[in-house]
C-alpha cells in the first residue's frame, strides 16, 4: 500500500466562490453530503490510494478547514514521517500570487520528501478513486505529465483538451473560462467535450523545475503557465476517468451534485469504492424519528430530531424539523431548525439558520434560494 | 506517577451469561446499546464527565472488541498524559497466573496498579449499567458525610425490592443492614452497585478477605457484610434519575425501547453530559422513497427501503423493501431481504436475514443455534449468521404464516396501534 | 476490517526467568535497554520501518509495563485506523479460561484475531531479540521461493553452533533438517525464531497441533518438525547484521556494551531505519563541572557529578560527586550518592544507592533479595532499593574495602586501560 | 485540577526581535535550553496548573511555531472540549494591529469558552509558575486586574510599578521602554524596581468590554490601552512572585538565561517544580560520549555524539561534536556540526550550522556572536 507519490492539494488557483456558502470558508471547506466537506473526497482518495504524504496549499481564511483537517487523524494522516502538511501562502503585497510563487517559497517540503511522483489534485473535486492507477499510467508511459479527463455527451466549460493523438499524448488544451460570455465563435464549434477533472501527476523535479522557471518570469499558475504553454516541450498524456467526478464551481451545481448522492448508485460508488470517505469525527446520538416523522428519499446525517416530513432533501447533523414542517429538495445544514408548520422548498440553508414558526421559503429549482450562516427568518 | 484524590475501576470481566447468545462473543460491556453505542460508552462517558480522568477496566471474558473498542480511551477523551483509561486482564505473576474469582478478588489483584496513583478513594462500578451520573458530587457526599464506604442507592418500586439488594439507613443515610432480595422489605432503597472506598481501608479488608477460604471474594457478599459489622462508617448516597442494569435481554430490550419514548428520561440529545462512543466511519443513512420510519432511532449508513417502527437501527444496516420492522433492535451491519417481517426481536451484529423472513416470538419449531426466544417473547438471533431461504422455511411456524397471511389493513391497523405511521 | 497480506504476531509472554530480578516485575521485553529504550521497541520498530501495519502483541506475564507503554502503539506510529498494534492476553471464553501454554499455542487462541484480517503470510516475531531486519525482504523470498514456512538465519562461529537451533540447508536454501544444539553441527546456521509462514497451512497444522495431547505447543519443537517431516517446503533465509537474543543477564549486559563501540554494528543514530520509543519528559542532563564522561550513553532528565566510563546511564538518573561507575548499566531514575563505586553492575529502576556504597561482582556476603551476581561477574541489583548505609555495610567485601582504599593513582590506570580519560 | 480560568497566550504585541533567531519564526518559537522553544514554558505552566482551554493569538511567520505546537498532543491538550486554539492574525491593510484587535476578531471563541476568568500571558517569559494561587489572588481581592511583578533590587526596563498601595493596589504603572536612551532625566531617580512579569488576570466580561471599547476608539494594546489608561477607574491589584521567572527581549539576555539553567538550583526549579515543562516530542536515541569526550558544566540534549571538549554551554538535540573541537560558553542548535580542531567560544549557533575543520569563532560574553540557520563556516 506504500506509492512512490506525494499529494499537493491546490486551493489556491481556483478558489471560486459560492455566494453565501464561501464568506466564511475556503470552498474546499464547504459542507457536502450531510456530514462531509468538499475537500474530504479527494483527501480521502489520496490516503485510499496509498499516499501518505499530502501537502494542502491554501490562501486567507482558512481558519475553518485548518479546524477540520486539524492534525490530520481522522484521516490516517497523523505519522512520525509524512502526514499531513498545511501551508497558508499570502499573494505578496502587490497582489502577486499563485500555486507556482507559494510551491517556491516551500521547496523544502518538496527537497525532504522522499516520493518520486507528485498528484496534484484542486479542492473543488467529488470523487472517489485510486490514484494509484493513474500513477501507473503515468509511469508506464514515461510521461512528463499526465492530465486526467472526463468525456462528457455536449461541450462542456472549464480547462479542456482539444486535440488528443491517437496514443493518448494531449497535443493542444484551452482554459474556456478565460473566455467571457457569450461563449460564441469558431471555437466553440469543435469538440469540447473531454474537460480536465484538475487532477494531474508529474515527477518532483520537473515539478519545481516548471514552477521555478515561471516564478522567475513572473507567471504563477500551473494549468496555464506551467502546463498549456509548454504542451509542445513537454511529454503530456491524458488519462480518461469514467466514474463518478465532478467540480464544484457554482451554486447551481453545488446543489446539483448534492442531490446526485440521493441515486443509490452514485451513494454506493461515492462513498465505498474503492474506499471509505473519511471526514472529521464528530460525537452524536443516532437520528430520532419521532411519531410524526415522514422521510422519504433523503440522506439524513445523525443526531437529527425529525417530527416533520422531509421529501428528496440532504439534512447535515443536529438539524431539528417539528411537527407539521415540510422540507422539500433541500440542503440544511448543521444546526438548523425548521419550526412547526415551516415550509422550505429548494433551498439551501447554512448553518446554524432557523426558521420560525409557519413561515414559508421557497425558491426554484435551478435557482436555489441561499440563506447565510446564522440567519433568523 | 501522579497522585491521584479518586480513581475509578471499572468491572467488565463478566460473562453476562443471561444475556445468552447475545454475549457468546462479547463481554456484557460491549454489547451494542441504542443505536450507537454500546454499554461501556455510558459509565466511561460519566467518569469523563464527572471529572475522573483514571480508570481502570477489569477484564476477563472475552476482551478482544472490548479492547479494541477502548483502545488508549481517546472516545472518551481519557487518553491524558497523567492517567487515562488501562485494560487490566489477569495476568500470570511469578508464582503463575489465576483468574479473577470475584469482584473483590479482581480489584486484590491489581492493589499495585491502584497504588501506584496513591488515591484517596476508589470509585468501584459496573460495566453495565446504563445511566448518567455525576461522581464527584457522590464523592462529596462521601467526604462531607467522612465516610468509610458509600454506596450508591436508587429508589425502586416497593412491589419490586424484593428482587434488590436493599439498604436499611438511619436518618442520617448511614447503613446499618443489608438484605439481599428480602422478602418483606424494609426500605426500597436498592444498592447500584457503585462504591467508594477508602482505598487504604479497603486495601487491608481486600488482603484479609484474599486469605479467607470460605470467601467468594465478592464485594455484595463478603467485603460490605463484613465491613458493617465492624462498625464501619457506610452511608447510602440516593441517586435521583435514569438507571438500568441490562442484565438480562428483557432489560436490554426494554432500556432500548425507553429511548423511543418522546421525551426519555435519557436524553442522549443533551450536550452538557455527553455519551462518548467510537464513531464508525460511515456515510449518511439513506431514506428512499418507499421508506417509512416513525418512532425510531436510525444510525449513520444505514439504508431504509422498508418500514421501521417503534425500533432501534444501528449503523450500516440495509433493510429491503415492503420490509416490516417492528419493536426490534438492529445491531451494526445486518442485512435485512426484501419482503421480511421482525416483531419483537434483538437482531445481532452483521446477520443476514434473506427475502422473505419471518421472525417473532411465536416461532416454536426454530432449530438453529443462534436463534432463541426469551421468557417475555424477544426472539433474539445470535451474530454473523445467514438467516437463508432454507432457514426461512424453519423460521416460519404455522402461526407465522397466518401473519403473512394477513392483509395489508391488518397490518396497519397493528402499526396504527403500535404509534401509528402517518399515511 | 480491511485484509491483510501479512500480519506479523509477537510473543511477549514469557516470564524470562534467566533474567533473574531483572524480571521480577516485568515482562522481558519491557526490561530497559540501551539507555533509552526498552526491549520490544526493537521488534515493533522494525514492524514499522518494515511496512508491516497490524501487530498483535502476545502477552501473559506481569503485562501491566508492557500494556501501559505500548498503548495503542502511537510512538512506533502503529496505532493506524486499519491495523495497529494489539495487545492479546489470554482470556475466558465460553467454554473457561486457558492460559497460553506454549507458543503455538498462543498462536492457536487468537486464530479469530489472525483470520479477521484474512492474512496471506503470518510473520512470527520474538518480543525480546535486539536488531534491525527489514521483514519486507524477507517476505519477498518468501514469495519468490514459493516456500510454505521460511525460517530466518544467522550465521553463529562454528565453535558456538552447538549451542543453537541449528538448519541444514541445500543449495537453494530448503531446510531438510533441524538439530538442536548439535554436538557435530553440520552448519552454522542458527534459527533467529522469526518465521513467516503461509496463515492457512499453519492454521490446519495449529488446529492438529492442539488435539495432541502429547505436545509441547511450541514451534521450535513441534509444529516445525512436524511440517519438516510432511515434506512441507521450508526455507532458510539468512540474516546479515547484527543479532542478540538478550534471554541472560550477560548477554543483555553484553548487547548495551556493543553500543559504546566507536562504531557499533547496531547504530542507533541511522535515521533511515530509526528505533522508536517512548518518550519520557525530561529536561536535558546537566554534566557539572566536576563530571567526567567517557565511553558512554547518557539520556535525559540525568545529572552527572561523577566519574561515568564505559557505561549506559538511562533517564532520570542522579549521579553524585566523587562516585565512579564503570562497565555498568544504569537504569531510569536511579539515585547513585557520593563516592559511590559501581562496576560491571546492572541497577535496576529506581534504586536508590547511599553514598560510599561499593557495588562489584566481588561481592560474597550480601544478604539481600534483590541482590544477585551471575555466573560472569555481572552484579544485578533488583527495582526499587534503597541500599541504605545499613546495607552498604554488607555490601562491602573485604576486597572492596581494598578496592576503595586504593589511591586516586590506582583508579586512574583502571580508568586508563578501560578507555582513557582526557585527564 | 480543574480551575474556572482559560489562558491566553498574547504573541501580538511584544513581538521582539532577536537578531538572526526571529527571522524565519515568532519570538515564541525560539529554541531555548537544549531541547524547548520559548513558549513551552509558559504552556506548561498554564497546563499544569489546571488551565485546559487556551487560545494563542500569533502573528505572521507562525509556521515553526504551529508545526512546534501541532494539535496541543504534548501539552495534553488535544481535547473534544476546550484545548488548544491558535489564533493567525494579520493586521489590517492599513497597518493597525494588535491584541484587542485579534481578539474581537475572535469574539465566538471567548463566548463560548465557558471559564469566567482568563489568565493572559505574553510569550517571552521563562518561568514555571502556579497560576492556580494567582487566580486565588484575584477572586480573594475582588479585583477586576491582577498584575504579576517581580521585585529587583536595581532599576529594570520593560513595564514597572511605579506606585502601590499599602493593601497591593497598583496605583500607577509606566512603560519605560517608550522612552529613548539615554534613560535620564528625574523620573530615573524614581523606584523602578517592579517589573511587570507579562502575566495578567481578568475576567472575561471586562476582558470583552475592554477590547470593544479600544477597539471602537481604535487603541489595540492590552497594557498600554487597556491597563494603565485605566488605573483610576479600576481596581487594579498586584501579585508578586518571587520565583525564577525572566522576560527575553534581547540577544543579550537570551544569552544570559540560557546560561542560567547551568545553575542546578535553577534547572531544578524551572523543570520541575510545581510541574514539568512540556515540548513536542522527537524521537532519538541517547546522547553518546565517544572515548576523547570532555564535557563539563553544561546541558546537553539526546542524539548528541561528542568526541570534543565542550564547557559551560547549552547543546541542542543531534549535534555533532568531533575529535579536538572546543565548544566553550556557546549555545549550539539543533544539528549543527562542529568538526574537527573547530573552537567556538561566546557563540550561538542557529540550527543545521556546519563549523568546518580548524576553524574559530570568538565573541564575546556581554555581545555573543550569532550564526544565522544553515550558515557552513
Not at chain 1, 496549499?57 to 481522522?74: C, P, Q, T
Not at chain 2, 447475545?22 to 446499546?33: C, I, M, N, S
Not at chain 2, 453505542?37 to 464527572?50: A, E, K, T
Not at chain 2, 417492528?326 to 426484501?338: L, Q, T, Y
Request: aromatic share 10%; net charge neutral; glycine share 8%.
Amino acid at each position: 500500500m506504500n506509492i512512490n507519490a506525494m499529494g499537493i492539494i491546490n486551493l489556491a488557483d481556483k478558489n471560486k466562490i459560492l455566494k453565501g456558502l464561501t464568506v466564511h470558508r475556503p470552498l474546499a471547506a464547504v459542507p457536502f453530503g450531510c456530514r462531509y466537506r468538499i475537500i474530504d473526497f479527494v483527501l480521502s482518495s489520496m490516503v485510499n490510494s496509498g499516499i501518505k504524504n499530502i501537502g494542502i496549499f491554501v490562501e486567507r481564511k482558512s481558519r475553518s478547514l485548518i479546524d477540520h483537517l486539524y492534525s490530520g487523524k481522522d484521516w490516517d494522516l497523523d505519522r512520525k514521517r509524512d502526514g499531513l502538511f498545511i501551508f497558508q501562502c499570502n499573494s505578496s503585497e502587490n497582489g502577486y500570487g499563485g500555486f507556482f510563487k507559494y510551491l517556491c517559497e516551500n521547496l523544502d517540503y518538496l527537497y525532504k520528501s522522499k516520493q518520486e511522483y507528485v498528484v496534484i489534485a484542486e479542492g473543488n473535486i467529488i470523487c472517489n478513486l485510486n490514484f494509484a492507477e493513474i500513477l501507473d499510467h503515468h509511469t508506464k508511459l514515461n510521461a512528463d505529465i499526465t492530465v486526467v479527463y472526463k468525456k462528457y455527451n455536449s461541450n462542456v466549460s472549464g480547462v479542456v483538451i482539444t486535440e488528443l493523438s491517437d496514443n493518448g499524448k494531449v497535443i493542444d488544451m484551452l482554459d474556456l473560462e478565460r473566455i467571457l460570455e457569450p461563449k460564441a465563435g469558431r471555437l466553440f464549434s469543435r469538440n469540447l467535450d473531454k474537460k480536465a477533472a484538475g487532477i494531474y501527476v508529474i515527477s518532483k523535479s520537473l515539478l519545481i523545475d516548471l514552477a521555478q522557471i515561471c516564478v522567475a518570469k513572473g507567471y504563477y499558475d500551473f494549468v496555464k503557465d506551467g502546463l498549456i504553454k509548454n504542451l509542445s516541450k513537454l511529454n503530456v498524456y491524458a488519462y480518461r476517468y469514467d466514474g463518478y467526478l465532478v467540480n464544484i464551481d457554482s451554486i447551481k451545481n453545488y446543489y446539483r451534485y448534492n442531490m446526485d448522492l440521493l441515486n443509490q448508485d452514485i451513494w454506493k460508488s461515492l462513498f465505498f469504492e474503492p474506499g471509505l470517505i473519511y471526514t472529521k469525527i464528530q460525537d452524536g446520538p443516532p437520528t430520532k424519528y419521532m411519531k410524526n416523522s415522514d422521510v422519504k428519499d433523503s440522506l439524513i446525517a445523525n443526531a437529527c430530531i425529525i417530527d416533520g416530513v422531509v421529501e428528496n432533501s440532504i439534512l447535515f447533523r443536529r438539524v431539528k424539523v417539528h411537527k407539521g414542517a415540510l422540507i422539500k429538495n433541500s440542503i440544511i445544514m448543521q444546526k438548523t431548525e425548521i419550526e412547526q408548520n415551516a415550509i422550505v422548498e429548494n433551498v439551501i440553508l447554512d448553518k446554524e439558520v432557523k426558521v420560525t414558526k409557519g413561515k414559508k421559503l421557497i425558491g426554484e429549482k435551478n435557482y436555489p434560494l441561499v440563506v447565510g450562516k446564522g440567519t433568523v427568518i | 506517577m501522579v497522585k491521584k484524590e479518586c480513581i475509578a475501576m471499572i468491572l467488565a470481566g463478566g460473562q453476562g451469561s443471561r444475556l445468552g447468545i447475545l454475549t457468546q462473543k462479547l463481554a456484557k460491556p460491549a454489547v451494542p446499546f441504542g443505536g450507537k453505542y454500546r454499554i461501556i460508552d455510558f459509565v466511561l462517558s460519566n467518569c469523563q464527565n464527572s471529572g475522573i480522568d483514571t480508570v481502570g477496566v477489569l477484564t476477563q471474558y472475552q476482551p478482544l472488541t472490548l479492547n479494541s473498542y477502548i483502545g488508549i480511551g481517546s472516545a472518551w477523551d481519557l487518553d491524558r498524559k497523567n492517567g487515562g483509561v488501562f485494560l487490566l486482564p489477569p495476568y500470570v505473576k511469578k508464582k503463575g497466573g489465576e483468574w479473577y474469582k470475584g469482584t473483590a478478588n479482581a480489584i486484590f489483584q491489581n492493589i499495585e496498579f491502584i497504588d501506584s496513583y496513591a488515591p484517596e478513594y476508589l470509585l468501584i462500578l459496573s460495566g453495565d449499567h446504563i445511566y448518567k451520573m455525576d461522581y464527584s458530587k457522590m464523592l462529596d457526599f462521601h467526604k462531607s458525610k467522612g465516610a468509610d464506604v458509600t454506596i450508591a442507592v436508587i429508589r425502586v418500586p416497593w412491589s419490586e425490592a424484593s428482587r434488590f439488594g436493599i439498604l436499611n439507613v438511619d436518618d442520617e443515610d448511614r447503613i446499618y443492614e443489608f438484605e439481599e432480595k428480602p422478602k418483606k422489605p424494609k426500605s426500597n432503597l436498592a444498592s447500584m452497585g457503585i462504591y467508594v472506598f477508602n482505598w487504604k481501608l479497603l486495601k487491608a479488608y481486600l488482603q484479609e478477605d484474599e486469605q479467607d477460604a470460605n470467601s467468594s471474594h465478592d464485594f455484595g457478599k463478603d467485603i460490605n457484610p463484613k465491613m458493617l459489622k465492624d462498625n464501619c462508617k457506610m452511608y447510602a448516597y440516593q441517586f435521583e434519575g435514569y438507571w438500568k442494569d441490562v442484565g438480562t435481554v428483557e432489560s436490554l430490550w426494554q432500556a432500548n425501547m425507553d429511548l423511543l419514548e418522546d421525551a426519555p428520561q435519557l436524553d442522549l440529545y443533551d450536550t452538557d453530559w455527553p455519551i462518548y462512543s467510537v464513531n464508525p466511519n460511515q456515510p449518511p443513512q439513506y431514506l428512499s422513497p418507499k421508506a417509512k420510519v416513525s418512532r425510531s432511532l436510525i444510525s449513520e449508513g444505514c439504508v431504509v427501503n422498508g418500514t421501521v417502527v417503534h425500533s432501534v437501527i444501528f449503523s450500516g444496516v440495509y433493510i429491503g423493501e415492503d420490509t416490516v420492522i417492528i419493536d426490534s433492535i438492529i445491531m451494526p451491519n445486518a442485512r435485512i431481504g426484501k419482503d421480511v417481517k421482525i416483531n419483537k426481536a434483538i437482531i445481532c451484529e452483521g446477520v443476514e436475514v434473506a427475502d422473505g423472513c419471518c421472525i417473532t416470538s411465536e416461532n416454536s419449531n426454530i432449530r438453529c443455534e443462534q436463534y432463541h426466544v426469551d421468557e417475555t417473547g424477544i426472539c433474539v438471533i445470535g451474530s454473523n449468521v445467514e438467516l437463508s431461504n432454507a432457514l426461512k422455511e424453519c423460521v416460519l411456524s404455522s402461526r407465522e404464516r397466518e401473519f403473512k397471511s394477513r392483509d395489508f389493513e391488518t397490518l396497519k391497523a397493528m402499526l396504527l396501534r403500535l404509534g401509528g405511521l402517518p399515511t
